[in-house]
């Protein structure tokens, strides 16, 4: 695995970006996976909607996305590092969410990059390779 998504691009990816479609489109399917905790926080916002269309139209492209990208495992190494990273950011008083850690801590975990449109944040996280698909021709790894 080369590539851990989050939430952000997760999502991107489900609405049909095309930067991130066309970027998610040239790299092997074994080098892109996505973490448990993303996963609940985009069917969790799928939940929240009321009875639509739309909220099946979601669900249909969450469930095939699901289908096609493999998980990244949570694994004892991935909760030590989710230890690390918050341990650290505490101390440093740069905290960021429990769930935006564990998807951290997958990716330094499987030694792979962050996919996120939200560099600044996740840039926080000591060692923690990150490369935004959103925006074109970000085609570059860190």
């Known amino acids: 695995m080369k590539y851990v998504l989050d939430t952000n691009a997760f999502s991107l990816l489900m609405s049909g970006r095309p930067a991130v479609v066309n970027r998610f489109a040239v790299v092997s399917p074994g080098d892109v996976a996505v973490p448990h905790p993303v996963l609940a926080e985009v069917a969790y916002g799928i939940e929240r909607l009321p009875r639509s269309k739309r909220k ?18 949570w694994t004892d190494d991935v909760t030590l590092r989710f230890a690390e990273i918050k341990a650290s950011l505490e101390r440093k008083g740069r905290r ?5 850690a ?9 030694g792979a990059t962050l996919v996120t449109a939200d560099r600044d944040h996740m840039t926080r996280v000591p060692g923690l390779r990150v490369v935004d698909w959103s925006a074109d021709g970000d085609f570059a790894d860190p």
């Open 102 to 110: 564990a998807i951290a801590a997958h990716a330094l975990a499987a």
């Open 56 to 73: 099946d139209q979601l669900r249909a492209r969450f469930d095939r996305l699901c289908e096609e990208i493999p998980r990244a495992a």
């Open 96 to 100: 960021i969410e429990d769930f935006d």
